[in-house]
Nanobody, 119 residues
Framework: VQLQASGGGLVQAGGSLRLSCAAS????????MGWFRQAPGKEREFVAAISWSGSSTYYADSVKGRFTISRDNAKNTVYLQMNSLKPEDTAVYYCAADPHYPAPAYDYWGQGTQVTVSS
């Protein structure tokens, strides 16, 4: 599966952004999806994940209550709605796919989209 993330940009603290990740192929619903991020000088970290049907989700503590992951299997797309953004949310955000949920590791990765939150 090939993944294309989009929707990043520059936003003020307290603002919102919605990231999208479009997947190619006819088996999108067979993959659990995740979002990760990597800030400058830091390791990549997990943000959120969603099961194949979307019935189950889980989040990193740092974004719980502010971010929402969702998916539309008819559109082969997973979303990350980010509200109440903070400067520490600034990072390159990546989407990932894996047949397993929860996934111990993700097999497929998108190219990343930059999110910058100004204070």
């Amino acid at each position: 599966v090939q993944l294309q993330a989009s929707g990043g940009g520059l936003v003020q603290a307290g603002g919102s952004l919605r990231l999208s990740c479009a997947a190619s192929g006819r088996t999108f619903s067979s993959y659990a999806m995740g979002w990760f991020r990597q800030a400058p000088g830091k390791e990549r970290e997990f943000v959120a994940a969603i099961s194949w049907s979307g019935s189950s989700t889980y989040y990193a503590d740092s974004v719980k209550g502010r971010f929402t992951i969702s998916r539309d299997n008819a559109k082969n797309t997973v979303y990350l709605q980010m509200n109440s953004l903070k400067p520490e949310d600034t990072a390159v955000y990546y989407c990932a796919a894996d047949p397993h949920y929860p996934a111990p590791a993700y097999d497929y990765w998108g190219q990343g989209t930059q999110v910058t939150v100004s204070s």
